[in-house]
């Protein structure tokens, strides 16, 4: 959703420039493409549809769908369709892509922020400005789409004013969580310097991941304010998708190195332990104090070793 300078900001015309169409068909099918993938991945992935995770990227997966479609038929301007019915589905795929796509991000936020506090005032954001933004873009979208259109005529003015404060405020909620990954995994890499190989190569990715997003979210702006309505329209499900599959990437590389980091040291320790022959009781204080004290020196963070392959499953 975005404003723009003609009268292409309300659901009610057809679109006459054919390259803006082709591009915009282009855009359009790529995104339904990756939520046939991601609808894989869900199947796959979630063996019972429950937890935060889950059902967020349930939501977001169906907002991209909705939107994706409602613009679609949008842009088709099929004179027998009420304009209505591809706006519903239009704001309606829109609130469920961007809130979920948010949830999405805080669902898994404190696998590296361990600040109680911070985390749940994130979660107080994401609700807060989906009601205050979302609930009055939907009464104005629905209003510039009044029969006649010189009814429509003056809540234009309005809707392309709020339509830039509500995505600019979405813009920075999600650098906000980004930014949170980006500083809390660096500083994570800092102050753990026995996370090596994969494992610090899984840190980066998070890292790098969360780049990719907040440059995604840097396009959906610049289109908003250059007044490319309808080429964002169709940019901004196919963005969505993008960001939902790289979160899954992220994901599964926090499975690997869960596992990696736990499982294959907890069966080394218990193989040395079988192979070693029996100390007397001072010599195994002692090796057990310096066995710990390498542990604390090369182990990751436990937020991030602590996380069970059945919590992500779910």
Not at 76 to 86: C, D, M, Q, T
Not at 214 to 238: E, N
Request: glycine share 4%; aromatic share 10%.
């Amino acid at each position: 959703m975005a404003a723009g300078s003609s009268s292409t900001v309300v659901s009610q015309g057809r679109i006459h420039d054919e390259t803006t169409h082709i591009v915009m068909y282009v855009f359009f099918s790529l995104a339904l493409y990756n939520v046939g993938e991601l609808a894989c991945h869900i199947a796959v992935t979630f063996k019972r549809l429950r937890g935060l995770y889950c059902w967020s990227f349930l939501v977001s997966t169906a907002g991209i769908a909705l939107n994706a479609v409602g613009f679609l038929l949008r842009a088709v301007g099929h004179p027998r369709l009420s304009s209505y019915a591809y706006t519903a589905l239009g704001i309606a795929g829109w609130a469920a892509m961007v809130t979920g796509q948010s949830l999405v991000l805080y669902s898994r936020l404190h696998i590296v922020l361990l600040r109680e506090r911070l985390v749940r005032g994130i979660l107080i954001m994401i609700v807060v400005n989906a009601v205050w933004l979302l609930v009055p873009i939907t009464v104005l979208l629905f209003l510039c789409n009044l029969q006649p259109p010189r009814r429509a005529a003056r809540f234009q003015a309005p809707y392309f004013v709020f339509e830039r404060i509500q995505l600019t405020v979405f813009f920075v909620q999600e650098v906000v969580i980004s930014a949170l990954y980006i500083r809390e995994t660096y500083r994570i890499l800092r102050s753990y310097r026995g996370l090596v190989g994969v494992n610090r190569r899984t840190m980066w990715h998070v890292i790098l991941i969360n780049l990719v997003i907040i440059a995604l979210d840097v396009s959906i702006l610049v289109l908003q304010y250059t007044d490319h309505y309808d080429l964002q329209t169709a940019w901004k499900p196919f963005a969505y998708s993008v960001k939902l599959k790289m979160e899954f990437s992220v994901l599964n590389r926090l499975v690997e190195l869960s596992q990696s980091s736990v499982e294959p040291k907890a069966v080394q320790q218990q193989q040395q332990q079988q192979q070693q022959p029996p100390r007397t009781d001072a010599s195994a204080e002692a090796s057990t104090a310096a066995s710990t004290a390498g542990e604390s020196r090369i182990e990751a963070p436990p937020n991030v070793l602590q996380l069970e392959k059945s919590q992500l499953q779910v």
